[in-house]
């Protein structure tokens, strides 16, 4: 059978360059980089490289980067340690309905012990306004969390903006920008940017490693206490083949950047056309042009995600969908919810993401296959009546 | 996640459909929790439902479990086919994840509901019969 991977922004596939460029890391230099000797030496530069070619990646320089174990620990290193240390300057944090879960139910954890935290509305879109974030700061405010780009929806947010604003007022911005690094450019120096949250397997990186950047002159504490490691910043012997992996894909990832979203933009921009034009009532879900290149995600409208996934899946088409049978809980998504969907239009989203390799073979595969699924559960549909 | 059974029911659902001179029908569930299933059956005058159909928007869980209900009450008594449990659903689906174990009371209550329409429209029918 035929099988498509669309759901990239779930994970990516390892290329075997990165894998290639870690293999030695798990077998012949195996050293701990806090080890003196040679085999530590030689891991300990491999992790200065890397480190160096993410930050290189993203305008920063190579002290500015923490690694941690993925983009939750970057998120919850990045906010709890600034609620922490900070908490003598005020106890106020801003942020959006539409973040992850690591930034969201890191905010609400935070409310719990005595923070206060605005959650921006946001429009039809997903989008908030740099008006927004300006009407929402108060003189206790510490922190300004906002994602670079959504990760259901793909909306970009107006983080130069946002950054400039928080500049300006001496607050420190902070961006989970999971889904961005690697396929939109970022220059944390140019865009104002305190602090970054990545994560390598959704650029074709490894998983289980991803990083932190914080601007030189910010304390932030570590989440995790027991070694020197991360000068300081974060304990426990580095994922060395892991980092490894992480600055080899980065670089690659930001190699012909530009064309490579270009290419992705088409077949993206294919799929959002040719969608409604074969499937009638049907919604676009996200901005139509502040969007990640490679995300599409409509709602279908009287049927639902998950069966739609079912579906797709038993033709090969591996997708998302931010219904409730798909989250483990009875409400949809809240960031379809919090974007003005109804409950009932938000539990037939479903998310395809591409990545580079994606083909427009796969993406007519697709516009075949797809038309045909929502045909069927359409005819199964107590709230059809076409 | 699912059993083959369960896989069977969705890709292949039994019974799927409005059916002809349906003498009673059944709608739970709504559309913020994400089910709705419609039931339809055609009760004969010995009381045994000769066809059933229905109609469902959710899940696979929610198809599986509506599918094999229809399948369950076909030719029985609509006495029998109250007795229907929720759980001898989910057992002759070879089980459920325990997330989607309401779908199985939904298409319980489905079953019931189109009966208790049944019994409504025979009771009207007799009612206006005897006025006549």
């Given amino acids: ?386 | 996640m699912y059993t083959e059974k369960v896989l069977d029911h969705f890709q292949h659902p039994r019974n799927m459909g409005e059916i002809e001179g349906y003498n009673g029908m059944g709608m739970v569930g709504n559309a913020k929790c994400g089910d709705i299933m419609q039931m339809f059956i055609r009760v004969n005058d010995e009381g045994i439902i000769e066809d059933v159909g229905f109609k469902t928007f959710g899940c696979g869980a929610a198809v599986a479990t509506s599918s094999m209900a229809t399948e369950m009450i076909k030719g029985k008594s609509v006495d029998e086919a109250l007795q229907l449990s929720n759980a001898a659903v989910v057992e002759a689906l070879e089980g459920l994840p325990p997330v989607k174990i309401h779908c199985s009371v939904l298409a319980e209550e489905a079953v019931k509901a189109a009966v208790e329409d049944y019994r409504k429209r025979m009771a009207e029918k007799k009612e206006s019969e005897n006025k006549d």
């Avoid at chain 1, 491999?46 to 920063?60: E, F, L, S």
């Fill in chain 1, 1 to 386: 059978m035929k099988r498509v991977y669309l759901d990239n922004a779930a994970t990516t596939k390892l290329i075997p360059e990165v894998l290639e460029a870690m293999m030695p890391y798990m077998t012949e230099i195996y050293g701990n980089p806090s080890s003196p000797h040679y085999f530590g030496q030689q891991s300990g530069m491999a992790v200065d490289k890397a480190r160096q070619q993410v930050a290189d990646a993203i305008g920063a320089e190579a002290g500015e980067i923490i690694f941690t174990s993925g983009g939750s620990e970057a998120d919850n290193t990045a906010i709890r340690g600034i609620a922490e240390r900070y908490a003598k300057k005020g106890k106020h944090i801003i942020t959006t309905a539409v973040e992850h879960h690591a930034v969201l139910h890191t905010c609400q954890y935070l409310e719990k012990h005595g923070y206060e935290v605005t959650y921006l509305p946001v429009d039809e879109y997903g989008l908030v306004t740099v008006d927004q974030v300006r009407e929402a700061i108060r003189p206790d405010t510490i922190l300004v969390t906002i994602m670079f780009a959504n990760n259901e929806v793909g909306t970009i947010m107006p983080i130069p903006e946002i950054g400039a604003l928080c500049r300006e007022k001496g607050i420190f911005f902070h961006t989970d920008a999971v889904q961005a690094v690697g396929h939109v450019r970022i220059d944390v120096k140019e865009m104002n940017i305190d602090m970054l949250s990545m994560s390598a397997h959704k650029f074709h990186g490894p998983k289980g490693i991803g990083a932190l950047y914080v601007r030189k002159g910010i304390i932030v504490p570590p989440l995790i206490y027991g070694g020197a490691q991360e000068r300081n910043r974060r304990a426990g012997t580095e994922n060395v083949p892991g980092i490894v992996g992480m600055g080899r894909a980065i670089e690659l990832a930001c190699e012909n950047l530009d064309e490579k979203a270009a290419k992705m933009m088409l077949l993206r921009d294919k799929l959002i056309r040719e969608i409604p034009a074969r499937i009638p009532e049907v919604k676009l879900n996200g901005h139509p042009t502040k969007r990640l290149p490679n995300n599409v995600n409509y709602s279908i409208k009287y049927i639902e995600g998950e069966s739609i996934l079912l579906m797709l899946d038993l033709n090969g088409i591996a997708a998302s969908s931010g219904s409730a049978c798909t989250s483990g809980s009875l409400d949809p998504s809240h960031v379809l919810l919090a974007m003005g969907l109804t409950h009932e239009v938000a539990h037939g989203s479903v998310r395809m993401t591409l990545c580079d390799e994606t083909t427009e073979e796969d993406i007519d595969y697709v516009l075949e296959v797809l038309p045909k699924v929502a045909e069927r559960l359409r005819k199964m549909s107590p709230l059809y009546h076409g």
